[in-house]
């Protein structure tokens, strides 16, 4: 199945957590912090590592989380029940909750309208005519299936490091070498050219030095936004292959 590829820009902190509920299954109403906190923070780190501006917001929403962790670790302690009365303390996840709520019920209505605008775009209006070439470009295969947003990729882009600091130290010796990420784009198309098939996404790294593996990461970027490959995936959190995206001759 080929994925349509979704990598102009960060939605904000509220997607992100949204993002990591529905990867994990996690329960909205019953939100495990210290887990949800430990891979936001992962996210927050990966995008440092590679250079990528991080908008005040998130780190708002991180300080956030870190706050409700640490008030849900703190000790609560027993009171003579004779004395005082019981009193339901108020769940430090609640407001956060409220807000994802109400941030999921936006945007599965933007989902919603975007399916209008992509039927509404399929009704013509003009009387009809070359009815057999008009079923014929009605039939056509259309770009289906879920999304690889750039929480997807950086996700992949984790699990990379993991394996590359598994496999071999990084290297600790001074020796940088810029690399243009123009260059490497150029290099990806024309190792998948001729390659022609598909190839791992981890095949694309591989050296050890971090410059190379960020620039090379970016190029992969650049080029699923110029739409120039194409990213698979058979089933959700499976590994990612690559291939260069053929073109028609009319294209």
């Known amino acids: 199945m080929e994925y349509s590829v979704k990598v102009d820009a960060f939605e904000g902190p509220l997607d992100l957590l949204l993002h990591l509920i529905n990867r994990f299954e996690i329960d909205i109403y019953d939100i495990p912090v210290a887990t949800i906190t430990e891979q936001y923070m992962m996210f927050i780190h990966t995008m440092n590592e590679l250079q990528l501006d991080v908008a005040s917001e998130y780190l708002v929403m991180a300080a956030t989380l870190l706050q ?93 490091m993991k394996r590359k600091q598994n496999k071999k130290p990084m290297q600790t010796k001074i020796a940088r070498q810029d690399i243009p990420i123009d260059k490497r784009m150029s290099e990806i198309v024309n190792e998948l050219k001729a390659f022609k098939g598909k190839k791992s996404f981890y095949q694309l790294f591989p050296y050890q030095e971090r410059d190379h593996i960020v620039v090379t990461f970016l190029a992969v970027l650049e080029l699923m936004k110029e739409n120039e490959i194409v990213v698979e995936q058979q089933h959700n959190l499976d590994e990612l292959y690559v291939s260069y995206r053929e073109r028609n001759e009319e294209e």
Request: negative net charge.
């Open 68 to 160: 409700i962790k640490s008030k849900m670790l703190l000790p609560t302690y027993e009171e003579d029940m004779d004395e005082i009365e019981m009193v339901d303390e108020e769940d430090p996840r609640e407001e956060l909750m409220q807000r994802l709520i109400e941030y999921r019920k936006f945007k599965e209505a933007a989902v919603e309208l975007q399916k209008l605008e992509e039927d509404q775009s399929h009704v013509y209006t003009k009387p009809p005519s070359n009815v057999q070439i008009n079923a014929e470009e009605r039939t056509q295969p259309q770009d289906e299936g879920l999304d690889i947003s750039l929480y997807d990729m950086l996700s992949a882009f984790q699990k990379l």
